[in-house]
């Protein structure tokens, strides 16, 4: 073996040593791309100078091939991990200053982040060396991957260990972990998941109830800014927006630290269990149910007035619950539930129909949604085609807009978006 070799070979055993030894940072290799590449530096330090070792060559394809799956460079990999990574330093640094963590907590930090700039400089051609002497190979595995597309401050540094202030920052701003990598999230087995392909709905798009719309938009800043913002019905006709502007509100102030989770009625009785897990989080959630009602009074209707009023445990100042219903109160009442004289089993019947009637009032807000009108709902048609640039004579487009409101779903935002969507495919189609 070359001294050339040897020296590499040094240098490797340096580098697997120096990822074992990383304190905070570990759970960057926790998915399939670390993982196939912890497996190439297992595999490379198992040498057998008379077979060829087909194990550390599939594992190093296999390393590749998940770095080609995500469509990412083994550098923006790293980077990306690192600025999502949850460790108590990424966690810490949300809620403190610099100054004000624990000494070994940063050099912890510093440590770690000089390995990492160390593998995010290792060329795969080193790599892709060891492997050939690993495996006994008479030629040199395939090097290639992806072109870096990432510019963030971490690319731009030579020295990692000094850019713990901007490391700081991002993330104060995007959070860690889960909450880093998804905008939305739901709820499923007592766990959240992320929602990879939110609704990319803006607020810009949705119009015709202007008041609202900025009601709701003033509550969700309060959120924001940290003091107590209010939870929301949102009740009204089918179609008129109501769900579409709680996900515009999550798309215009996600830069900002608003987070949704999406929570069906049927997980209602989770919600006091859900709140616990969001409320030491720095960012900000909007808890979203969307179409409310109860059929009766049932677990879920009291979980959901636990975490609307409160009890012994203080209500969580970053979490707010915003729910869509089509009916204004969310409890169907029936005649049977009307006192009669044969109800002597209840003495005060009444107080419990009016404990049901009134459970909106629960809500810190209610926004109503009333049915559009035609001059409201031509008023969204034109303003969908504006946005999307639609070229049709506006006479016209009105005409064909209230034509399909009649031989549709009648008129709403929800009929107007479906209207402008078909109409684009159309003339399209006839290009």
Known sequence: MSRNMNQDLNYYHLIHQEIASLVLYQSIFDDEVGQAFLEVFDLISVRN????????????????????????????????????????????????????????????????????????????????????EAANL??????????????????????WENCLDPLAQHYRQHGTGIFAQYKALKWYNNQLIGITEADPITLTEIV????????????TEILLSGYNA????????????????????????YSQGLRLVEVNKSQLSDLPM??????????????????????????????????????????????????????????????????????ADEIHHWDTVQEKLSFSDRFGLTLTFEPANQDTYLNIVHHLASQIELKMDKN????????WATQHNGRSGR???????FLEGELKLNK
Not at 230 to 253: A, D, F, H, I, M
Not at 279 to 306: C, G, H, M, T, W
Request: include cysteine; charged fraction near 25%.
């Open 230 to 253: 209010l939870n929301v019905l949102l009740y009204g006709s089918r179609g008129s927006g109501k769900s579409s502007l709680v996900k515009g509100l999550l798309n215009e102030y």
């Open 274 to 343: 859900i709140v616990d897990q969001l409320r030491y989080i720095p960012q900000k959630f909007i808890i979203f149910v969307d179409d409310l009602s109860f059929e009766e009074d049932n677990d879920a209707f009291k979980s959901l007035k636990v975490v609307l009023e409160g009890n012994v445990t203080a209500k969580a100042k970053n979490v707010v619950v915003y729910a869509t219903s089509n009916r204004r109160h969310l409890i169907r009442e029936y005649f049977d539930d009307r006192p009669r004289p044969k109800d």
């Open 208 to 219: 015709g109830y202007e008041s609202q719309k900025e009601t709701l938009i003033k509550n």
């Open 49 to 132: 100078k008379e077979l060829i070792d087909i194990k550390c060559l599939k594992a190093y394809g296999h390393w590749l091939r998940n770095l080609a799956f995500q469509g990412i460079s083994w550098q923006d990999y790293l980077i990306k991990k690192i600025l999502m990574d949850d460790n108590p330093f990424s966690q810490q640094v949300q809620q403190v200053s610099l100054e004000d963590l624990p000494k070994p907590l940063i050099e912890a930090t510093e440590h770690d982040l000089s390995i990492l700039k160390s593998l995010y400089k290792l060329p795969l051609e080193a790599i892709s060396q060891w492997v050939k």
């Open 415 to 421: 009929t107007a978006r479906q209207f402008i969507d």
């Open 138 to 159: 008479p030629f040199s595995p395939f090097v290639g991957q992806c072109e870096n597309k990432n510019n963030t401050f971490l690319h731009q540094q030579d020295n």
């Open 396 to 403: 016209e487009l009105g005409f064909r807009a209230k034509q």
